[in-house]
């Protein structure tokens, strides 16, 4: 960690104005520590390195210190390089040197620093070379050939030379992407050449650019060596630019102000939510107290539609300048008033209105001020678009990634073809300036202000103004107004009630015992507002102002009592001396008195005669000396004057002397001159030719090395070209492999997707028509249950009417015995039951209304009763109808039974006579109702819906759609599946709801 700071500080710091040693970027270092509190690494982070200070500086200022490390170390020639004055570089400042600084033993530390802290020495001499070829670089100048074309000027062709070899690039490459530009226009590439501004400019961003990745790469290898995962806490040190405000400020000191003001934002908020937190503590009434807000100068720089988005808004445009830059802002933001409204905790601060932008009616440049929390700063809007886009072309990345160093290939990043939204100098340091800030929130932040006492670089000086202004831009004033708007005066109860006890002397009711009364007395006795001092639960709060007046009010009331006091004591005194002189008024001691008196004054007589006549003698003495003082005075000014003339004669002399004898030897002087010139010229013009020869063999020498290099590089590109195309191709076919395989997949997802639909389809088909046959299937036993019901009723019907018959003919033989006459008639017609057709296989009963025929039967119990079935519209032997009454169990019949009392007169006139058919007809009869009742119970043996084992069944997993989209549905019937659709929520029933119904031709939805 220590062995950073040389290397941040070579390459981060340079020789201002005001520092030797002033640090030229924002460093963030998080120190870190483990569980037991010792240290374990350290994380670095870099904010907004001065990028105009790698090409150029200001008066009595430096570059980077770097550079002159470079220069003025031990491995200047290896690098190529010349001595430091050749560079114009490092002069431009005109300031080379820094007094009690030896930068070549500084160039020593710095490289020892970059081996502990990781660099190897191949990277090492890579950033060396780096730099080398910044320097050289900066010494190729451009000159004009006209208004739109440029060449670079021959006689630095050797730094153009120097600079492409230090970096390991095309020289000829390099030169061309200098001078020229190209431009891709309805996908065809058009060169154009630049002017010397353009030219000049480009050379600077590659410059800038190089140098500013180069200095990433150091922060982020130094980190690598320190940083840690082993950390429980950590510290973080900011040490961030101060507030600045030049003749001249650019877009640099806009984002560096725009820091500091965030920054003092933040801290203004920080010490006011503090302070009035500890006045709510202590029941304090701050609902008056407003601090200074900073937030509507922030917002008007780097919020939504501020100067920095405006600033973007403008780079995108392809014909803005910074002039339309400056009327944009100028329209917006000129004679407009800001207001802001500063909040701490729930405490909201009073509107404050001011004006934080204005534009300078008389300006030497095009520029604007902003009204910061340090004072008013110009900024000078030259540069600022080109400034804030930072374009670098992306030949220039291409070239410097095609290095054969492998260090400076990785400075520059790739060509991003993809991305047409590039971001800005602006808009990064917005981002990191948000990310610092919500660091700074997450913490327990703590500040450290330096003061420099002034500017002259010396020891032991002290100047007020330029403290005072330091202590205005490092924000102290300004906390000083922040306190001063609450309380800054506070003074525990106690304390503040034993030092002002004698200002609540009058008030009455006060126990002078009790702290808290004895301190709201006092305020009651000065007549303070709450808005001037309060006493709270353990201090008493006081404005300063207030605090000044009670001072006074304190000092006015000891004045009187000590008033009082004296005048008590003289009085005292003058009585006791009184009472004295009264009780001893002897005579003697008057006259001792009076004697001591006389002789007192008699000594004082004596003294002042003897101290006069020694001031008179002293007076006398110091006279004479003063007049003998202005005689040597005379006498030596008398001597300088004759002096000075013999000098001056003297002078004049010896002058015409050496005149004449000049021009005596003058002739010889000059032929001698002339030869020393003439040899000079010739030994010059000797080493010039030797030195021309050398670097014509050196450039022959690159040339042909260039030539093999670039044939080198011609067959590397054939190569690369054809492994390229072969590439190529074999992406191409597997992309239609790819694509192949993706239509396959398609076609398969569809398939499954339409076999699942046709299953889902044939599926609600298959339960639908399963319904329907359960239903059938139902009414089908119901009907059979109400048969097999009918024919048990019916053979028991058929077995008492033989029953009856054998005894109707012992009844018959008993009456012929008893009645030789036949006394028997007909008792009515008998309907014979029809017989069942057996081989039709229709059913002996049909549901609802189908007539079983009756049986009229006299019973044998009781001759005068007899019983009929009827029906439900009460004719006999109808086995139809719907009952009303008990339901016997055989289709709808009714028995209905004859009261014997009523028909006992019609058996003694009728007699009851056998059926017709005789009781063999009866037998035949049953024998048919027995067949009829095998027929009903046999069964045909089906197939089971629920078999999953049957292939016609879509429930079951062997299931596959038909080729001719045909579906046999357990009944045998066959349904068209592209003719059929699922119901949509509008229809009735499905699958799960027995009551659905289906529409269509053959029962079931089919599509539109």
């Not at 300006?363 to 910061?372: D, I, N």
């Not at 400076?408 to 073809?417: E, K, M, R, S």
């Not at 009866?922 to 009829?932: F, I, S, Y």
Request: proline content about 4%; some cysteine; charged content about 30%.
């Amino acid at each position: 960690m220590m062995q950073s700071n040389p290397i941040l500080e070579a390459f981060g710091n340079a020789k201002t104005v005001r520092n030797d040693n002033s640090s030229r970027f924002g460093k963030l270092m998080k120190i870190k520590f483990d569980s037991n509190g010792f240290l374990t690494g350290a994380d670095i982070t870099k904010y907004l390195l001065e990028k105009s200070r790698i090409v150029t500086s200001a008066l009595n200022e430096r570059v980077y210190h770097s550079f002159y490390l470079l220069l003025k170390g031990k491995d200047r020639v290896t690098y190529g390089l010349s001595e430091l004055p050749h560079y114009k570089t490092v002069n431009a400042g005109k300031a080379p040197d820094i007094p009690g600084v030896d930068d070549t033993e500084e160039y020593n530390v710095v490289c020892e620093a970059m081996s502990i802290c990781g660099v190897s020495d191949d990277e090492r001499k890579s950033i060396w070379k780096c730099l080398a070829g910044v320097l050289s670089l900066q010494n190729a100048e451009i000159v004009e050939l006209d208004a739109d074309s440029s060449e670079m000027d021959p006689d630095t062709l050797l730094y153009m030379s120097s600079a492409a070899k230090s970096w390991s690039v095309s020289e000829s490459l390099l030169r061309s992407e200098l001078l020229t530009t190209t431009l891709t226009i309805q996908k065809q590439k058009i060169v154009s050449k630049l002017n010397r501004t353009k030219a000049l400019d480009a050379r600077d961003s590659l410059c800038k650019a190089t140098y500013d990745n180069l200095f990433s790469w150091l922060v982020n290898t130094i980190n690598k060596t320190i940083d840690t995962t082993k950390v429980d806490s950590w510290i973080a040190l900011l040490d961030i630019f101060g507030f600045e405000n030049f003749e001249i400020n650019s877009f640099e000191q806009l984002c560096i102000n725009l820091t500091n003001e965030t920054l003092q934002g933040h801290y203004n908020h920080y010490i006011f939510t503090r302070d009035m937190e500890e006045c709510r503590s202590e029941g304090i009434d701050i609902t008056s107290i407003t601090f200074p807000d900073n937030k509507p100068c922030i917002d008007m720089i780097s919020g939504r539609g501020g100067i920095l988005a405006l600033l973007d808004e403008e780079c995108m445009l392809g014909k803005a300048t910074d002039l339309t830059f400056l009327h944009k802002i100028c329209d917006k933001f000129a004679e407009k008033q800001q207001t802001g409204a500063g909040k701490a905790a729930a405490l909201t601060a009073a509107p404050v209105t001011e004006s934080f932008f204005e534009r300078p009616k008389l300006a030497k440049y095009p520029s604007f001020r902003v009204r910061h929390y340090a004072g008013t700063v110009t900024y000078v809007v030259e540069n600022f678009l080109e400034k804030n886009r930072d374009t670098l072309k992306d030949a220039f990345k291409q070239l410097m990634r095609d290095s054969s160093d492998s260090l400076i290939a990785t400075l520059l990043p790739a060509v991003n073809t993809d991305s047409n939204v590039k971001l800005t100098v602006g808009g990064f340091f917005k981002n990191q300036l948000k990310e610092l800030m919500e660091l700074i929130t997450s913490t327990n932040p703590h500040w450290i202000r330096c003061i420099k006492p002034h500017p002259a670089k010396q020891a032991k000086m002290f100047d007020g103004p330029t403290t005072l202004t330091q202590l205005r831009s490092s924000g102290v004033l300004g906390t000083v107004q922040i306190r001063k708007a609450g309380f800054p005066v506070r003074i525990k109860i106690p304390d503040f009630a034993r030092k002002y006890k004698i200002v609540a002397r009058g008030v009455e009711g006060v126990d002078f015992t009790n702290p808290l009364q004895i301190a709201n007395a006092i305020l009651q006795n000065s007549g303070f507002t709450t808005k001037m001092a309060q006493i709270g639960k353990t201090r008493a709060f006081l404005k300063s102002e207030a605090y000044q007046q009670l001072e006074v009010i304190k000092k006015n009331k000891l004045q009187v009592f000590a008033n009082i006091a004296v005048s008590g004591a003289l009085v005292s005194l003058a009585r006791q001396r009184t009472a004295a002189f009264l009780k001893n008024r002897q005579v003697e001691t008057v006259q001792a008195f009076l004697k001591a008196r006389a002789a007192q004054k008699l000594q004082r007589a004596k003294d002042y005669e003897l101290r006069k006549d020694v001031i008179i003698a002293q007076f006398k003495f110091l006279l004479k000396m003063q007049s003998e003082e202005e005689i040597i005075r005379d006498e030596l000014t008398r001597q300088e004057q004759s002096m000075r003339s013999l000098i001056r004669n003297r002078r004049v002399e010896d002058l015409a002397a050496l005149e004449a004898r000049w021009w005596e030897q003058k002739p010889q002087r000059d032929r001698q001159v002339q030869v020393q010139f003439i040899e000079t010229e010739l030994e010059v013009r000797r080493e010039r030719m030797e030195e021309e020869e050398e670097a014509l063999k050196e450039l022959l020498a690159l040339l042909e090395e260039d030539y093999i290099d670039s044939q080198y590089r011609q067959e590397e590109r054939e190569e690369q070209e054809r492994l390229a195309e072969l590439q190529r191709v074999r992406e191409e076919e597997e992309r239609q492999r790819l694509a192949e395989l993706e239509r396959i997949e398609q076609e398969r997802r569809e398939a499954e997707a339409r076999k699942a639909e046709q299953r889902r389809i044939a599926v609600y088909l298959w339960e639908q028509k399963k319904h329907e046959q359960e239903i059938e299937e139902r009414r089908r036993q119901m009907g059979e249950a109400n048969k097999m019901r009918f024919l048990s009723e019916a053979r028991q019907a058929h077995k008492l009417s033989i029953d009856l018959m054998k005894e109707e003919n012992l009844l018959i033989s008993r009456e012929r015995t008893e009645y030789p006459q036949p006394i028997f008639k007909v008792a009515g017609p008998a309907h014979p039951m029809p017989s069942p057709n057996l081989a039709s296989g229709s059913s002996l009963l049909a549901h609802h209304g189908t007539s079983a025929g009756g049986l009229g039967i006299q019973s044998p119990l009781k001759p005068g009763a007899f019983s009929t079935y009827r029906d439900a519209s009460g004719s006999p032997g109808s086995l139809g109808g719907h009952q009303h009454g008990r339901n016997l169990g055989i289709g709808g019949l009714n028995p209905m039974w004859v009261n014997p009392a009523r028909e006992k007169a019609k058996l003694q006139r009728e007699r009851i006579v056998p059926d017709q058919y005789g009781s063999l007809h009866m037998v035949q009869r049953m024998r048919k109702l027995q067949q009829v009742r095998d027929a009903i119970v046999v069964r045909t043996p089906v197939l089971k819906l629920d078999d999953v084992r049957n292939p016609l069944n879509p429930t079951s997993p062997d299931w596959e759609p038909p080729s001719s989209d045909v579906v046999i549905l357990p009944d045998g019937s066959q349904v068209r599946l592209s003719e059929c659709e699922l119901p949509t929520s509008d229809d009735v029933g499905g699958v799960g709801n027995r009551k659905g119904r289906l529409r269509g031709k053959s029962r079931y939805r089919t599509k539109e």
